[in-house]
């Protein structure tokens, strides 16, 4: 448990210093990129010093103003994904505030187009997503267990297992799950 817990927060400060840089590469203030992603320039701060892991939903804002997605700013702070990744290396990250688990099982790299991703929502939890990662980016959900709403862009959809869902994101989006078990769904981006 403690090789996990500090495996965790080395991730977290890489992290930081990946967000950090980011916003310093683009000579943006802190003030620039709060009014660019919305979220408060005190949390961005403590972000970027590594003193808070972000949510997910400002995870999304903050991978949105920099014209990228989640996983591939969660991928910038790993080593070069292999072309076979084993379950053990398969990266997971979970939201501290709704317990959303988010496992990369076929990472970003530099030679694919898509990604694939693992994710469980705990039941009643949901994620808002303001901004689309990247405008257009294409959306395969295939819902393995529970119950799932998505608000795509005003859009309510209800899916129920086996269900999938493809759009292409231009807009906002929120992810809740229904009833009592988690939503467990395959996501893949292209």
Known sequence: MEAEAQSSDAADLRLAERLRGLRRGRRWSLDELSARCGVSRASLSRIENGEVSPTASVLGRLAGAHGSTVSRLLADIEAEAPALVAHADQPEWVDPATGFRRR?????????????????????????????????????????????ELVIEGAVHHLRVGDCLRYKLMGASRFRA?????????????
Request: hydrophobic share 45%.
């Open 178 to 190: 229904l009833g009592r078990r988690p939503a467990r769904y395959i996501l893949v981006l292209r």
């Open 104 to 148: 990369s099982v076929s990472p970003p790299a530099l030679d694919f187009d898509c990604e694939v991703l693992l994710c469980e929502l705990p039941a009643g939890a949901s994620i808002d997503y303001p901004l689309p990662p990247r405008l257009g980016l294409e959306h395969h959900l295939y819902l393995e267990a529970g119950a799932l």
